[in-house]
Nanobody, 127 residues
Framework: VQLQASGGGLGQAGGSLRLSCAAPGRTFSRSEMGWFRQAPGKEREFVAAISRSGATTDYADSVKGRFTISRDNDRNTVYLQMSNLKPEDTALYYC?????????????????????WGQGTLVTVSS
């Protein structure tokens, strides 16, 4: 299963960027979707996740109030709207899918829980 992430690029501190990630329809509709990031020299970390229906979301403390995850189940796409960017948001951002999810309320924050990964899209924030 291939996830296609896009939307990365160069942003300024205080500015905004939006990431998108498309997945095959059958996988997307049954999956919880998440965003993770990995900065140079650091481990991959959880950013945000959204349940199958979109009713439940969760965020890392470092991005709460600044980032918003959403999904369009008709377009099989998950988004990460990033606002009030900070230089420490600079990282390679990955989208991920946890397939065959039955619950619409539980959110998984561990990378090992996810089954499929996109190739990553680079976000660089200048001060």
């Amino acid at each position: 299963v291939q996830l296609q992430a896009s939307g990365g690029g160069l942003g300024q501190a205080g500015g905004s960027l939006r990431l998108s990630c498309a997945a095959p329809g059958r996988t997307f509709s049954r999956s919880e979707m998440g965003w993770f990031r990995q900065a140079p020299g650091k481990e991959r970390e959880f950013v945000a996740a959204i349940s199958r229906s979109g009713a439940t979301t969760d965020y890392a403390d470092s991005v709460k109030g600044r980032f918003t995850i959403s999904r369009d189940n008709d377009r099989n796409t998950v988004y990460l709207q990033m606002s009030n960017l900070k230089p420490e948001d600079t990282a390679l951002y990955y989208c991920a899918a946890k397939a065959q999810i039955l619950s619409d309320t539980r959110i998984y924050v561990g990378a090992s829980a996810y089954d499929y990964w996109g190739q990553g899209t680079l976000v660089t924030v200048s001060s």
